[in-house]
């Protein structure tokens, strides 16, 4: 064992391990050592796989240990628990919170093989040259840091990323189109008494917020300045609006966790609520009608990305870097994709899904074929498309991404003061 | 003589007076110890560090030691603390009425109806099925139950009672109460049907024998005898409610808050400071009530 970590240490010292990790996935010279690693992740439900956990088992030997929290319980153990995990799948608000504790450690973008091809969200911030930056914690303002151990971060694109990005998707309504029987087309219809008792928001105070925003600047009612980052006064007059509402008895019921949102749409308690991605998929996957309604205003946008534990050093920094460019490399973004959400190089994942697949989640294209999940429920039929249509079309409509204000705290005491109204 | 006969019972007998005298309090000091130091690591160091946190400050993402009442002025400025407070004691209110009415039925019933012992066994042990299974099951449960499109609905709608489903049933006051009696009844149960075997039944025979009638001998004889353990229960049912917050968050659908909610969300945000101060007065607040009932009936006297 000792005498292989020396030769590997040499090779390091002669500089090809960037080229090593880009030719990846070639053998490595320390492939028996490496199997003994293992890699603690947590993250949010959403990526954090089992399936992910075996396919890295058979395809980079190591072992990787997954743990799914609500974002709540992730922000808070990345803060304070930094010697619990080596590996953070978070989100880029998440980020934000995070990132000054210095818990997490920068990663060199030169040692990612794709990372080129990552999409423009995560670099500049853009999804084409002409396309205009949305409001809130944009992944990219949050993305790098000027030079490694800083705990500020940087404004372009330095070669230091904070989180590599994963997955990202656009959210909206989910309305149930059997039980509401018209068409939809803004964010006001959440608060329109129609759907009295009938309607649900979930209740984590950064996300709800946002919808909140998106529903009372619908309504004509508030011009925020920045919805990401809201003044006292505009914090004060949205919750006023959906206090209301709620006393009024618009709600049915607040989700907290992904099974909630689902059952409560399954049921029929509730026919228009915010709703994530996979939760319409697994509504469906019942054989019951649900949509995930895009509307005029746009979408309120979220990106993960997986960030490396300050205390990772050695052969189980190789190891994460290694697990990255595998992540990147297309078989869990055609996993993901697959689900309903995108990968951060979507054009790796194309190899990983058939025609008819990317063209239905990717394209925005008439379905060919039966469409099913990765789990093999069957989603839609030949002829039907993608809510929202193609990539392009719909993270080209962000109107606003998950943040943390510089209010947050002031936010979050009125959130509470929300629930117990 | 005495000394003389423990001096051939101890083994080293040279120095045995002065051994008598320190070992005794050393061995007194011994056997207190473990208890001692349970509750020093697991109930005092834990109060101790929870009330000093609650002077400390918090940041987005940590806490930092200070010592400051932000926390407590936050607390005590705004009114929401108030209306949850309120919130609390109500439920721990109406709770505490429906488990002691029902509790008590039931423990009279099985105390003084049921005439064999194995039969009470058996009855008393039927009582406890519930508890086979999660606290979070058996409120979970209701909820497909109540809900909107659930069996109580279309039943009651196939009955021809009602033509509309009722809101009310969940994500509401009701359900909320509901699921706290359900899981909490048997709190009280069991102390009173502890006490209430206990009563000795010539005292029954003589009401009787005095011409009382069944009512009169359940006021005058029953009720004052069975105090400490209806006592014994209103303190569990009363500490269980106030301290709850699942319950309140699954069944009221997130929509109400008791204090138990405010603490976790708190958390929740890496508020632990607020959530300390919150804590604190909770903690004194529960206190004062239980010192109150403990006004009402020497709970040690009566035992």
């Known amino acids: 064992m000792s005498k292989m970590r020396y030769s590997r240490r040499t090779i390091l010292k002669g500089g090809v391990a960037t080229a090593a990790a880009t030719a990846f996935p070639a053998p490595m010279v320390w492939a028996q050592e490496i199997k ?94 002409d396309s205009e930056i949305a409001q809130g914690t944009a992944p990219h303002t949050v993305g790098f840091i000027p030079e490694p151990g800083a705990t500020e971060f940087a404004d372009e694109e330095t070669g230091w990323m904070t989180l590599i990005p994963t997955i990202y998707n656009a959210d909206t309504l989910g309305i149930r189109p059997d039980l509401i029987g018209r068409p939809i087309d803004t964010w006001a219809e959440l608060l329109n008494p129609e759907f009295k008792g ?57 989700w907290k966790t992904f099974d909630e949102s689902v059952n409560l749409m399954a049921s029929g308690e509730v026919v228009i609520q915010s709703m994530w991605s996979p939760a319409i998929t697994a509504v469906k996957s019942r054989g019951i009608p649900c949509v995930y309604q895009p509307l005029k205003e746009g979408y309120r946008s979220w990106g993960g990305g997986i960030g490396l534990s300050s205390s990772l050093s050695g052969i189980e920094l190789d190891a994460a870097y290694e697990y990255i460019n595998w992540y990147l490399s297309g078989w869990v973004g055609g996993y993901l994709m697959r689900q309903g959400y995108y990968s951060a190089v979507p054009e790796t994942s194309k190899d990983f899904m058939s025609e008819n697949e990317w063209g239905y989640w990717f394209e925005g294209k008439e379905a060919t074929d039966i469409i099913t999940s990765p789990t093999g429920d069957k989603l839609a039929e030949a002829g039907e498309t993608r809510d929202g249509g193609s990539f392009e079309e719909r993270m080209g409509a962000v109107a606003c991404w998950n943040a943390v204000m510089d209010e947050n705290q002031y936010m979050v005491r009125k959130w509470n003061e929300f629930i117990a109204a | 003589m005495t000394e003389v006969a423990r001096e051939v019972t101890l083994p080293g007998p040279v120095d045995a007076p002065r051994r008598k005298s320190v070992g005794a309090g050393l061995i007194g000091w011994l056997q207190a110890m473990p208890l001692a130091l349970v509750l020093v690591f697991f109930l005092l160091a834990p109060i101790v560090m929870i009330v000093i946190v609650s002077f400390w400050g918090a940041t987005e993402f940590s806490i930092y030691p200070d010592f400051q009442f932000d926390n407590y002025a936050f ?40 005439r064999s012992q194995s039969m009470q066994i058996a009855l008393f042990l039927l009582c406890t099925i519930p508890f086979w299974t999660s606290n979070i099951i058996r409120m979970i449960s209701w909820i497909p139950f109540l809900g909107r499109n659930g ?81 014994i229960g209103t303190i569990f049912v009363v500490t269980l409610v106030m301290g709850d917050f699942i319950t309140v968050r699954f069944m009221s659908g997130s929509q109400r808050a008791n204090v138990g909610r405010l603490i976790s969300n708190d958390i929740s945000l890496l508020q632990y400071p607020s959530a300390a101060a919150t804590a604190v007065i909770l903690l004194i607040t529960v206190l004062m009530v239980i010192g109150i009932l403990l006004r009402f009936v020497n709970i040690r006297k009566e035992l």
């Open chain 2, 75 to 114: 607390l005590f400025g705004s009114d929401v603390t108030y209306r949850v407070f309120f919130a609390t004691f109500k439920y721990a209110a109406i709770t505490w009425a429906l488990t002691l009415a029902i509790g008590f039925t039931v423990a009279y019933f099985l105390a003084f109806h049921v």
């Open chain 2, 151 to 231: 069996i109580a609905n279309s039943t009651l709608i196939d009955w021809g009672l009602i033509d509309q489903p009722l809101e009310w049933l969940l994500y509401s006051d009701f359900s909320v109460i509901l699921a706290f009696v359900h899981l909490y009844t048997l709190f009280m149960v069991v102390p009173i049907f502890n006490t209430m075997m206990r009563i000795d039944p010539v005292l029954l025979e003589a009401a009787r024998d005095n011409g009382a009638s069944g009512f009169q001998s359940l006021v005058h004889v029953i009720l004052p005898l069975t105090k400490p353990g209806i006592m």
């Open chain 1, 198 to 254: 009938k309607a649900s928001i979930l209740d984590i105070s950064s996300i709800g917020i946002m919808d909140m925003a998106m529903v009372c600047e619908a309504m004509g009612e508030i011009q925020y300045g920045d919805k990401g980052n809201m003044t006292r006064e505009e914090i004060d007059k949205t919750f006023a609006i959906f206090t209301e509402a709620k006393q009024n008895g618009q709600f049915r019921a607040f």
């Open chain 1, 36 to 129: 003994d690693v293992t890699l603690r992740q947590f993250g949010t439900g959403v990526s954090n796989l089992n399936d992910v956990a075996q396919k890295v088992k058979e395809d980079l030997g190591f072992t990787l240990e997954m743990t799914a929290l609500d974002s709540d319980s992730v922000t808070q153990r990345a803060a304070t628990q930094p010697d619990s995990f080596d590996i953070a799948d978070i989100e880029y608000w998440i980020c934000k919170k995070v990132w000054p504790t210095g818990n997490l450690q920068a990663m060199d973008t030169s040692r990612i093989a794709n990372y080129d091809k990552i999409v423009g969200i995560f670099r500049d911030g853009k999804l084409t040259p």
